[in-house]
């Protein structure tokens, strides 16, 4: 019998290479390669046409019983799910460390245990206690949830099979969980692969909505291998800035509704809380308006949210490099946005640091920002404020032109509900009706104009 070849496993991937090397082949990660247990070599003796157990089919067109979504109590995050739990799904839930996912889930689990319906809670990096200790924190400590702290897949499985199956089951992290029949640490592509799938497959044959917590690398990505994601039924987002009391729980992928959807919490003493108009709260703290500053109504699925986009222009007076700083924007789309003003619009940005801050570390990802962001960057340049209570928004070509943005009505009409009366952007804006009074803009030359100008 040959014997049997080595093979490396990427951590960062899940790639894999028959020889050690520094950098990962598929991933240029460095220092990712791990020595994992030898594939088994099928020849063609295996014939795997027969032995099997029959597979059940079931007719597309035959009428029956659908799942229903089940509410988790917390309405903001039934909105980024979708509706709700849908039973026999598959979650995964990931977010940097300390930004709230296991208060996120205690909260959901004590609420839909206390609405009589059964709760598993199996935290791999807290004892009991310390999820009780939580508990009691929040005032959850009266929830009928069971909760266990254990790492062995085999040993949570064997204990789920002898009781009721639940409506929820939350492991508290993926990356915790160890399988006796595959080798190699917790944490490593094998084990996470293997133990993902024994819980999943539980979860399908029994019903359950299963939500695994996922680590994050430094780059912000769920860590292990890219499979657990395909893997999965739902994967979400819990995000925010660990210094500002916002989170935004976003879902990536979800095959049982939109993926355009958020739910909003204020993190406070007593855990998380929901935010209903996430307009206010990052508008929070304006006064008189200030020169460098606009406002941009965003959408986000079919939530409107209006966020202020903040811009500082500092002169340099030596030959040093200028710096671009970016938070909670695209650096190339600042890079492009700038090219167009110099180019199209006369302005000098050259010898000048620019700093872009999207207020309350809100993070955009429209290109209809493009007007709101080019607005704020020739206000800071031109050292005047943009009119009061006004909004922006647009696409910029690389032309200059200020295009048509999806959902402009909406946008607009969320804006006068908080008081805005002035609005700037495309020069035609369907379904906008009398909500605001609104100046269309052909090219960016004209806000350039109507800001320096002060026409």
Sequence with gaps: MAKPKKRYICQACGGVSHRWQGQCPDCAEWNTLVEDAPATVFSMKHDLSSGGRAVQFVDLDKPGPLPTRQPTGLAEFDRALGGGLVPGSAILLGGD?????????????????????????????????????????????????????????????????????????VIDSIQTMHSDTIEGAPGTVSQVRGCAFELIRYAKENGVALVLVGHVTKDGNIAGPRVLEHMVDVVMSFEGERSHQYRILRALKNR???????????????????????SMLFLSGRDEPMAGSAVFPAIEGTRPVLVEIQALIVRLQSGATPRRAVVGWDNGRLAMLLAVLESRCGLNFSSAEVYLNVAGGYRLGDPAADLAVAAALVSAMADRPLPPRSVWLGEVSLAGEI?????????????????????????????????????????????????????
């Design 97 to 169: 460390p300390g930004i709230g996912k296991s208060t996120l889930l205690l909260q959901a689990a004590a609420k839909i245990a206390r609405e009589g319906r059964g709760v598993v809670y199996v935290s791999g990096e807290e004892a009991s206690g310390q999820v009780r200790m939580r508990a009691a924190r929040l005032g959850l400590s009266d929830a009928p949830v069971k909760l266990a702290s254990a790492t062995g897949v085999r040993d949570i499985l064997t204990t789920l099979g002898a009781m009721d199956a639940p409506g929820l089951l």
């Design 256 to 278: 049982f509704g939109a993926v355009d959807e958020i739910g909003v919490f204020a993190m406070a003493g007593e855990g998380l809380e929901e935010v209903d108009n996430p």
């Design 403 to 455: 295009r048509p943005v999806a959902h402009g009505g909406l946008r607009l009409r969320e804006a006068a509900k908080l008081g805005f009366d002035r609005g700037f952007g495309p020069a035609h804006v369907k379904g906008g009706g009398d909500a605001l009074a609104y100046d269309g803009l052909g090219q960016l030359a004209n806000l350039v104009d109507r800001i320096i100008g002060n026409s």
